[in-house]
C-alpha cells in the first residue's frame, strides 16, 4: 500500500516527492475530481492525501470520495500557509468524541 497526494500547491507537492509520497497538482474542480476518481480506483493506494483548501473547495467531490469507498482513507492536510483548523481543534475533537473535557 502506498500514499498518494492530491494538490493545489506546488510546495506541497514537492515536499511530499521528497518524502517519497506521489502525488499530482490540480488548480480546478475537474481535474480534482479525476484526480480522486482515479485515486481512489487504484488498489495500490492506502492513503489518499488532499489539502485541506481543496477540502473546503470542493466538499462534495470529498465526501463522495468518502463514503463511496472503504479504501483509501482520505486524509486533509494543512498545506505551507498553514491550516484553516482552530488552534484547538484535537482537544474540540476528543471533547465531542467521547464527551471529556480536557
Do not use: C, W
Request: zero cysteines.
Amino acid at each position: 500500500m502506498k500514499m498518494y497526494l492530491i494538490s493545489d500547491n506546488t510546495d506541497t507537492l514537492t515536499g511530499m516527492r521528497l518524502a517519497g509520497v506521489e502525488g499530482i497538482l490540480v488548480r480546478s474542480r475537474d481535474q480534482v475530481k479525476k484526480a480522486l476518481e482515479d485515486a481512489v480506483s487504484d488498489k495500490d493506494n492506502g492513503i489518499l492525501l488532499l489539502t485541506e483548501s481543496l477540502g473546503k473547495q470542493y466538499p462534495d467531490l470529498v465526501r463522495t470520495a468518502r463514503t463511496g469507498h472503504k479504501m483509501p482513507l482520505l486524509i486533509e492536510i494543512p498545506d505551507r500557509h498553514g491550516t484553516g483548523r482552530r488552534p484547538d481543534f484535537i482537544t474540540a475533537y476528543v471533547n465531542e468524541a467521547i464527551g471529556l473535557k480536557l
